[in-house]
């Protein structure tokens, strides 16, 4: 909800900013929209649809990042559960413990990243101090056979694995919006509009051109602040991975 509203506060901004252009420029008198001052507006405004395209196409490509990055962490994680689990099985029911212990974490990860506001640094601190169960519990298995003993390394380096993925996910999401950046391209975009507005005339073809152009401005800004909430946007990742791992490891 917060990206649609600034989205369309953004979009309200930019059509407001070339109608105030429009206006302006009716009232200016002739020689400030003489041949010579047009050559400079219209200058200003390439140089700003430039800075804008640049900036605002780098700010949606490092969002789309951090969504892709963290939607195949995920999918890294979820391998990762499976095969430890698969070596744990295998183990014997002396290592059955540890599956509990896993889903539990994956469970807490669930929350951490899906559930809401109030549930989330319970669920991290939560999930933190089970990562060290987890932990002691496959360094007191004593295994008494040479496929036991891979088996059980190969679980740890998973487990390793596993925690590391999900502390990396955790730290990311920490400040994934430049909201500086936001606001730059948003100056950008009004004074860029405002010239579009002075280098025109006030018609029904301007205007309808202005309300285009803001939504088109107002809809990269709402892709970049969704794209950096991969877990709570509307375009989020699907929990139905970590969710079928959480099926097994309760089987």
């Known amino acids: 909800m917060l990206s649609l509203a600034v989205a369309i506060g953004v979009a309200v901004l930019m059509f407001a900013s070339g109608v105030a252009g429009l ?13 010579r001052s047009r050559d400079m507006i219209g200058g200003v405004v390439g140089l700003l649809t430039l800075l804008l395209a640049l900036v605002l196409g780098l700010l949606i490509w ?37 599956r509990d212990l896993l889903r539990t974490d994956l469970v807490w990860a669930h929350e951490q990243f899906w559930g809401d506001e109030d549930a989330k640094a319970e669920a991290y601190n939560a999930s933190y101090a089970n990562m060290g169960s987890v932990s002691s519990f496959l360094g007191a298995l004593h295994p008494t056979t040479d496929v036991q003993k891979q ?10 694995s596993i925690g590391e993925t999900r502390l990396l996910m955790s730290l990311q999401l920490t400040n994934p919006i430049s909201w500086p950046l936001i606001i730059t391209v948003t100056v950008w975009s009004f004074f860029l509009f405002c010239g579009f507005g002075m280098l025109s005339r006030l018609n029904a073809t301007t205007l309808t051109a202005l309300a285009l152009g803001a939504c088109s401005v107002a809809s990269a800004i709402f892709l970049i602040l969704e794209l950096s909430q991969p877990y709570t946007s509307m375009i989020r990742i699907s929990p139905a991975v970590l969710e079928q791992v959480i099926v097994e490891l309760g089987k």
Do not use: M
């Not at 206006?23 to 041949?35: G, I, P, V, Y």
């Not at 559960?81 to 059955?96: D, H, I, K, M, S």
């Not at 059980?152 to 390793?160: C, E, K, N, T, W």
């Open 23 to 35: 206006f302006l420029q009716k009232r200016l008198a002739e020689h400030h929209t003489s041949d």
């Open 62 to 98: 490092t969002a789309y990042g951090v969504f892709t990055t963290q939607q195949n962490e995920l999918n890294l994680l979820s391998a990762r559960a499976l095969e430890y689990n698969l070596e744990l099985t295998q183990y014997g029911p002396e290592a059955n413990k540890g």
């Open 151 to 160: 088996l059980l390394g190969a679980a740890g380096q998973h487990y390793a």
